[in-house]
């Protein structure tokens, strides 16, 4: 394990990534020690005479929100919160819907056809929209929020795995495994998943951008994280009035979300590489 | 002297959507293999020979007929002792590239049939695993590499340690050389040789080769259409071949010497299409001897008297013969 790690830190954009998650990863954990401000605490030179947020500047450094409270603060304790649901909330979509493809591909038969038809007809459904049923009937709180997400998260990933678990069980390395004498389970586990493993990891860390933003979707419409609790997207939703006239409000979180997303990708896709024995080492 | 392997009156049908009897691919074969023998299975693509090998193992299910391996009824195991039966018969596909997994190092893949069959302790199978790669002519460095990383004929060699790690008792080859250079194809064949002779194994060697076959085989059986039409051994099939196909075949083998040459018997079009075979004999319309009664009555297979009584029997389906009638 440690010598994936030595692998992946030979990878620069790799290494970049990984030291953007611990910075984030850091920032979430440490939230109280290292915030300026108490995130939810609206000051009184918090706004501008007119009652617009204030830019950037020695006292308030990324500005201030339209409540007049301190971005730089919220955004760090929002960490705590995307990058939880991006985590949990993905993970469990991820495992959900690989083990139902994976099944479902292997099987196949009245199995895998019964699997796949509850998978469509997930997909059909308007996913927001079963988002918000679900939120309803539960309280929200982070944890059934990252639930909710999940639920509707996982129809993606099992569509692709399921196939992708047809075309490799259709690969003759497979067959010559059986032929050995393999227990289904051997197969499953130590043939199948590791060339699952690219599509999967992929799909892991696009899913975490997504997730991200559904959770800011479900926060602006009310069914999400309970303000003030802040999230990155429940930042960019609460302030998109002022779009215009303070872009900051907006850009900053977005930045947020990007960075962390796109820093999962890039380590997904090292990983994916090393994972490989055909691409080990390449870049 | 039992035979190792028995297989009576076996039948294979896919089911095509939309056609009512779908594809016979194997058609009532039966034969005999027996320890220490290698049976070689010859034929054109599509003739159903791989389907067969396959059903040897049961890798696929017959969809009819009986299966006797090493005195048990193979047919008859459920899925689980036939899983454990399997580390006895093993089997070595064409493309060693496609059937070795590529995300395994070697040393896992040739390790693995003692894993599956949890044989020896983790010390005895780490030393089991260097003696055969050394066996199959390859250097210990090798284990730590994938097979990516090795060419045609190293990567065959892989697959064959793999495949007699567990000291099976038959081995099903198909096509294990037909991907190989030449000159490679020669080598593997003598390792599989040395092999049979040091691990007493037995083999099914499945190739569209007679030249191949005609190397490595002691009876040869030669299929048409999912149907053995002609079985003997192989230097009577090589010598004496009766049915007006194995002819055409032995015809087509490439002779160096020029004074050995036969007359090149050309075949017209192509093996029939199985979901509709011809009436009758099935090779009837591509046969330059072909008589009335071959494309209405379907041959039935005649044992022959070879000149060397202590030979197999030679088997033919033709109508150009007669039971017992002088080969």
Known sequence: MSNLVRRLLKRKLATFAIIIILLITGAAIFAPWISPYNPDEQFMNGLSLQGSPLPPSHHYLLGTDLLGRDLFSRLIFGAR??????????????????????????????????VMRFTDLMMAFPALLLAIALASIFSPSLFIVALVIAMVNWVQIARVVYTQTISISEREFIEATRSLGASTQRILFKHLLPHLLPTILVWATLGIATTVLLEATLSFLGVGVRPPTPSWGNIIFENQAYFSTAPWLVFLPG?????LALSFNLLGDALRDELDPTQRGRS | MTPLLSVRDLVKTFDVKGKGDGVRAVSHVSLDVAPGQTLGIVGESGSGKSTLGRLMLRLLEPTSGNIAFDGISLTDLNVKDLRRKRRDMQMIFQDP???LDPRMSVRNLIGEPLIIHGLGTKQEQSDKVKDMIERVGLSKDALDRFPHEFSGGQRQRISIARAMITLPKLI????????????????????MLDLRRDLNLTYVFISHDLAVVQHIADTVAVMYLGEIVEMASA?????????????ALISAIPQVDVSQRRERIVLGGDIPSPQQPPTGCHFHPRCPVAMPICSQITP???????????????????????EGSES
């Open chain 2, 97 to 99: 590239l496609a059937s």
């Open chain 1, 81 to 114: 919160t995307s990058l939880l649901i991006g985590i949990l909330a993905n993970g469990v979509a991820v495992f959900i819907g690989t083990l139902l493809g994976l099944i479902a591909g292997f099987m196949r038969g009245r199995v895998g056809s019964a």
């Open chain 2, 300 to 322: 039935a297979s005649l044992t022959l008297q070879t000149l060397d009584k202590s030979a197999d029997a030679h088997t033919v389906s033709c109508h150009l013969y007669t």
């Open chain 2, 235 to 247: 230097t009577e099939i090589f010598t004496n071949p009766k049915h007006p196909y194995t002819r």
């Open chain 1, 255 to 259: 930045i947020a979300i990007i960075a």
């Open chain 2, 172 to 191: 099903v080859a198909d096509e294990p050389v037909s991907s190989l250079d030449v000159s490679i194809q020669s080598q593997i064949l003598n390792l």
